[in-house]
Structure formats: C-alpha cells, structure tokens
Nanobody
C-alpha cells in the first residue's frame, strides 16, 4: 500500500499564489508518474499536471504558464506551484501516483478556493 498526504490548500484571492505538496510513503518500490488532478463542484475530475520519473511534464491548457509541477524523487514528493490563480481554479486538488507496475493511488484531496 502507498499512502499519499497532501498539504497546502486554502483560500487565496484571485491573482495570488499557492503551493501544494504530496508526500508518498509506504510500499514504494518505483513511482513512475506523479500528478495533480482537480474536481470542481458539478464537474468531472480533470488532469492539472503530471510529471514522469525522467522529468518530462504535461499540463492542462488552462494552467499552462501559471502552474509548475516538480518532484523530489528522494523524498517521493510532488509539488504544484500555482500562480496567477483564478476563481475557476477553485476545486479539490488530488494527488495521484502511478507505480512502474501500473498501480495508481489517490490522495484524499485538498481544497483550493480562489475568491474574486
């Protein structure tokens, strides 16, 4: 089993910044992909950003140029720096990791609220 602990959510005004982190622990043999998803009220969960073990990244078009994903492999931790936040970024943000065996794990989520 892998446990994911997310932190860093909260309330911020539009135009502000927040940083999220997600630390993985437990039976970690090889984490391949680490990423962030979000789910706004009444909407489906969507990919925000993900980073592969080699360092390549992928972002949703809506966050390109504003959000930056990074990871610390030694700490099994993934980060999401969110700048120039907009009210439409309001959502519960979930961390997800995928192991080399293709097994994926979700965090419990952290709420990000952006006020206008």
């Amino acid at each position: 089993q892998v446990q994911l602990v997310e932190s860093g959510g909260g309330l911020v005004q539009a135009g502000g910044s927040l940083g999220l982190s997600c630390a993985a622990s437990g039976s970690i043999f090889s984490i391949n992909v680490m990423g962030w998803y979000r789910q706004a009220p009444g909407k489906q969960r969507e990919l925000v950003a993900r980073i592969i073990s080699g360092g390549s990244t992928e972002y949703a078009d809506s966050v390109k140029g504003r959000f930056t994903i990074s990871r610390d492999n030694a700490k099994n931790t993934v980060y999401l720096q969110m700048n120039s936040l907009k009210p439409e970024d309001t959502a519960v943000y979930y961390c997800r990791v995928v192991t080399a065996a293709g097994v994926y794990y979700w965090g419990k989520g952290t709420l990000v609220t952006v006020s206008s």
